[in-house]
């Protein structure tokens, strides 16, 4: 929806808020049947806390090297392992990182 005038503006900015407010509530009450139900059925809440992934902001999609979007959290992972692996292992930065700070003059405390 597109506003065309302050007032559609201001309409879409409480529609907007509104919507927010609904999912966060409804997100929050998913949250506590889930925690209610594991207290009935004995069931350990450190589990339903990493299920339901509270206090943990999670990646949902990267991009590869071929540009796609990814979201499937296995691939997610092997993606991360893979450039974190290519970037420590990688020779040509570490050289880059020696040549640029040789290069570099030293800053005396009467230039600054």
Same mark, same amino acid.
């Given at each position: 929806?597109?506003?065309? %005038? ?12 509104? @919507? $927010?407010?609904?999912?966060? +509530? ?10 209610? &139900? +594991?207290?009935? %059925? ?11 992934? @509270?206090? #943990?902001?999670?990646?949902? +999609?990267?991009? %590869?090297? #071929?540009? %796609? ?10 993606? +991360? ?9 990688? &020779?040509? $930065? &570490? ?9 570099q003059r030293n800053v005396t405390s009467y230039q600054l």
């Amino acid at each position: 929806m597109k506003a065309s %005038n302050a007032t559609d503006k201001i309409e879409l900015v409480e529609l907007s808020r509104l @919507i $927010n407010r609904r999912k966060i +509530a409804d997100i929050r009450s998913y949250n506590v049947k889930r925690v209610e &139900q +594991a207290e009935n %059925n004995g069931r350990s809440l450190k589990a339903v806390k990493a299920d339901l992934c @509270i206090g #943990e902001n999670l990646m949902y +999609a990267l991009r %590869n090297k #071929e540009g %796609n979007v990814i979201t499937n959290m296995h691939r997610i992972v092997e993606m +991360a392992k893979e450039f974190y692996r290519e970037l420590y292992s990688s &020779q040509k $930065n &570490q050289d880059d990182i020696v040549k640029t700070s040789m290069d570099q003059r030293n800053v005396t405390s009467y230039q600054l």
